[in-house]
C-alpha cells in the first residue's frame, strides 16, 4: 500500500519530522512538503498522513491552504499527526477541526497521533522552555505503534 506523509515542521528542532520519520519508516512511505502534495501526487498513494507542529493554536497554514485548494477526494485514506508544545486546550480544537477540514475533502480520517514537541521560542523561552526533550523516545515509540495499528 502506497503512503505518502505530507508534513510540515517549522521549528529549528523539526520536532514534527521526527514524528514523521519515525511513521514514514514503519510504513515505508515518502515525506513531502505541503507546496509538493498536489491532486496528482495524492493521487498515487492509497494512503495520505498529513501533519504539522502547531503554531498559535492550529496546524501549519500552509498544509491547511494546501488541503483546501484541492478536490474532493472522495473515500481516499488519510491519518493525522501533529507536535505540540502543550496539550490541545478544550477552548480551541485544533485536531478535530483539522480532521472536519479532511473530512469536508471526503477524506476517510483513520488515525490521529499527537505528542509533545519541545519549543523554546518566544514566550515558551521565557518559561525555560516548554515540553524541552520531546519528542522523545517513548513519543518515537508510541508514534511508530500507532502506525502500526493503521490498516495494512
Ligand atoms: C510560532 C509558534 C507558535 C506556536 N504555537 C503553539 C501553540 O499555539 N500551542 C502549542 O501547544 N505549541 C505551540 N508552539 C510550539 C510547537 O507546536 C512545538 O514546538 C512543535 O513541536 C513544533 O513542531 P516543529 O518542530 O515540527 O515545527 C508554537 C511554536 C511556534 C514556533
Not at 81 to 107: G, H, V
Request: proline share 7%; aromatic share 10%; glycine share 8%.
Amino acid at each position: 500500500m502506497a503512503t505518502i506523509l505530507v508534513s510540515s515542521s517549522r521549528s529549528a528542532q523539526g520536532n514534527t519530522r521526527r514524528v514523521a520519520s519515525a511513521i514514514a519508516a514503519y510504513l515505508n512511505a515518502d515525506v513531502i512538503s505541503p507546496a509538493m502534495a498536489t491532486r496528482d501526487v495524492l493521487a498515487r498513494a492509497d494512503r495520505i498522513g498529513f501533519g504539522s507542529g502547531i503554531y498559535w493554536l492550529g496546524f501549519d497554514q500552509d498544509l491547511v491552504h494546501q488541503i483546501e485548494r484541492l478536490p474532493p477526494m472522495p473515500g481516499k485514506d488519510a491519518f493525522v499527526f501533529a507536535t505540540s508544545a502543550l496539550p490541545e486546550p478544550p477552548f480551541r480544537q485544533y485536531l478535530r477541526r483539522f480532521r472536519d477540514l479532511l473530512e469536508d475533502k471526503e477524506f476517510r480520517v483513520i488515525g490521529m497521533f499527537a505528542c509533545r514537541g519541545a519549543a523554546t521560542w518566544g514566550p515558551f523561552k521565557m518559561v525555560g522552555g516548554v515540553s524541552t526533550d520531546h519528542p522523545d523516545e517513548t513519543d518515537l515509540i508510541a508514534a511508530r505503534a500507532f502506525a502500526t495499528r493503521l490498516a495494512p
